[in-house]
């Protein structure tokens, strides 16, 4: 065994309910030749990222330690309604919201006219993946200057830290929430609750039963230091 196998099974991080979290296999697949992690070395990471996430839970409220500023480096939060790769396109659709498009895409697409209607995408459309792929990407595009427009509201898109959710719609971290809620006028009376109602409904009218998307703190995905090998606390 290499020094560098030794010193990763030593670390308590490479291990979760007894389980090494990446112990490899001699592969069977002849597509896949070397080395694979072993099915308990998989079920121990998802089960790790599990907890992860639940020690890291959303929430509605921050305590002011968790500002960021003034010298504190707290982990990355982002405030806003989580999403999925697939609801913008829905939700495009039934806003019946219209993007120009260039004529190869046209073609493709097989629109007449120089601006598609969402409206318009069909089973035959999302069988194709990569211009499903691309549908998506152009829906959100249009359905995010669409709320931008109904709410008033600034966005950014994120990665919010959950196994239920793909992407969030933030519109400010624990970073810079001062700045953007009084430099946006947000701190006006009734501006931003108007703002909130809007947002709540958008981001839940084409959700399944079951399902609600809120206005919470998530942690960053992308932005912090959290992954299969680091502490769960």
């Given at each position: 065994m290499s020094n560098d196998s030794e010193r990763?099974?030593?670390?308590?991080?490479?291990?979760y309910n007894g389980q090494y979290l990446l112990q490899r296999e001699r592969s069977t697949d002849p597509a896949n030749p070397g080395f694979k992690l072993t099915k308990a070395a998989e079920e121990a990471q998802t089960a790790k990222w599990e907890m992860l996430i639940a020690n890291r839970k959303p929430t509605e409220n921050i305590t002011p330690e968790l500002l960021g500023g003034h010298g504190r480096s707290p982990p990355?939060?982002?405030y806003g309604w989580t999403f999925n790769h697939d609801y913008f396109?829905?939700?495009a659709k039934r806003h019946r919201l219209t993007l120009e498009v260039p004529e190869q895409a046209r073609q493709r697409l097989g629109c007449a006219t120089e601006e598609f209607n969402f409206a318009d995408v069909t089973e035959e459309h999302c069988r194709?993946?990569?211009l499903l792929k691309e549908l998506r990407s152009a829906?959100?595009?249009v359905s995010v200057c669409h709320l931008r427009e109904a709410s008033g509201l600034a966005f950014t898109i994120g990665r919010p830290l959950s196994l239920e959710w793909d992407r969030i719609l933030y519109v400010w971290t624990n970073y810079d929430m001062a700045e953007r809620y009084l430099g946006?006028?947000?701190s006006q009376k009734g501006r931003?609750?108007?703002a909130k109602k809007v947002m709540d409904e958008a981001m839940n009218e084409?959700?399944?039963d079951g399902k609600k998307s809120e206005l919470l703190w998530w942690w960053s995905f992308d932005d912090n230091d959290v992954n299969v090998l680091t502490s769960i606390d």
């Open positions: 990763k099974k030593a670390n308590p991080t490479h291990w990355l939060l982002l396109l829905e939700y194709d993946e990569q829906a959100r595009f946006d006028g947000l931003f609750e108007e084409c959700l399944p």
